[in-house]
């Protein structure tokens, strides 16, 4: 069994020009989170925790989601049961790989203990994507001390051309996570489809809005002849006029 080791991670929302003597890490405004391991699992209900602490296994793996929001706080402090949860801003709100604060890290406890992380993103669908950097930290002798660990922890390094060679460097909030150009499309042979997934909603709902069970008079706010279409289409893409639905009438159709 693995030594007891706690992950502590500040979280510096100003970086200082200052660094302070002893542990390594920047002086100024921080946030401060322990990432402990146990050797049992925790039982307890730690949802909406405001702690400072996060449990995970000691052996084995665990997972701690990340969620976007306007502070840093520990959502779910149990990652030993299911998955821990934890908030934090947007480190590089405009994708441009410049960060609004960084973070640092060092291990504690008994010297020799380790832990290895790695930052993932999973989609909408399920799949999952994971850095090919990870972060490991190790309990030497000693006095342990802070280093920089933002690149690991707030960036992920992916591969984006199917050629199995991480080649990109993505922010984890980032709305572009993955790209699949044509060429790999090409070389791997991938057939890609395309689905609204709406099946057989547009029937059902042309059958409501005939039998009158739905009143569409609400949201159709413009009416346009067909010669003024690209009017409306115009309109709509750019939100004038409080438009919510415009409607192109075919004048002479029946």
């Given at each position: 069994?693995?030594?007891?080791?706690?992950?502590?991670?500040?979280?510096?929302?100003?970086?200082?020009?200052?660094?302070?003597?002893?542990?390594?890490?920047?002086s100024?405004?921080?946030?401060?989170?322990?990432?402990?391991?146990?050797?049992k699992?925790?039982?307890?209900?730690?949802?909406?925790?405001?702690?400072?602490?996060?449990?995970?296994?000691?052996?084995?793996?665990s997972?701690?989601?990340?969620?976007e929001?306007?502070?840093?706080?520990?959502?779910?402090?149990?990652?030993?049961?299911?998955?821990a949860?934890?908030?934090?801003?947007?480190?590089?709100?405009?994708?441009?790989?410049?960060?609004?604060?960084?973070?640092?890290?060092?291990?504690?406890?008994?010297?020799?203990?380790?832990?290895?992380?790695?930052?993932?993103?999973e989609?909408?669908?399920?799949?999952?994507?994971?850095?090919?950097?990870?972060?490991?930290?190790?309990?030497?002798?000693?006095?342990?001390?802070?280093?920089?660990?933002?690149?690991e922890?707030?960036?992920?390094?992916?591969?984006t051309?199917?050629?199995?060679?991480?080649?990109?460097?993505?922010?984890?909030f980032?709305?572009?996570?993955?790209?699949?150009?044509?060429?790999?499309?090409?070389?791997?042979?991938?057939?890609?489809?395309?689905?609204?997934?709406?099946?057989h909603?547009?029937?059902?709902?042309?059958?409501?809005v005939?039998?009158?069970?739905?009143?569409?008079?609400?949201i159709i706010?413009?009416?346009?002849?067909?010669?003024?279409?690209?009017?409306?289409?115009?309109?709509?893409?750019?939100?004038?006029?409080?438009?919510?639905?415009?409607?192109?009438?075919?004048?002479?159709?029946?």
């Amino acid at each position: 069994m693995r030594t007891l080791v706690i992950f502590a991670a500040i979280l510096i929302m100003i970086a200082p020009a200052v660094f302070a003597t002893g542990h390594g890490a920047p002086s100024g405004p921080h946030y401060n989170l322990n990432i402990i391991g146990v050797p049992k699992d925790k039982s307890a209900d730690m949802t909406d925790n405001q702690g400072h602490r996060i449990f995970v296994k000691l052996d084995g793996k665990s997972k701690i989601l990340l969620q976007e929001g306007d502070s840093f706080q520990v959502l779910d402090a149990n990652g030993t049961k299911g998955s821990a949860k934890f908030q934090l801003p947007d480190p590089d709100p405009f994708d441009q790989m410049v960060f609004d604060y960084s973070v640092y890290a060092r291990a504690l406890g008994t010297p020799h203990g380790w832990a290895r992380v790695t930052t993932c993103y999973e989609d909408e669908w399920g799949d999952q994507y994971c850095s090919a950097d990870s972060l490991v930290l190790e309990r030497s002798k000693g006095q342990s001390k802070f280093v920089d660990v933002s690149k690991e922890l707030l960036t992920l390094f992916v591969d984006t051309d199917g050629d199995g060679v991480a080649d990109k460097r993505v922010g984890i909030f980032d709305e572009e996570m993955i790209e699949i150009g044509p060429t790999p499309s090409r070389r791997k042979g991938l057939t890609i489809k395309f689905c609204r997934r709406t099946k057989h909603a547009v029937e059902r709902a042309l059958d409501l809005v005939a039998r009158g069970l739905v009143d569409l008079t609400p949201i159709i706010t413009h009416r346009f002849p067909l010669e003024r279409a690209r009017e409306a289409f115009e309109m709509v893409k750019d939100k004038r006029d409080g438009v919510i639905k415009a409607v192109i009438e075919m004048g002479g159709m029946e």
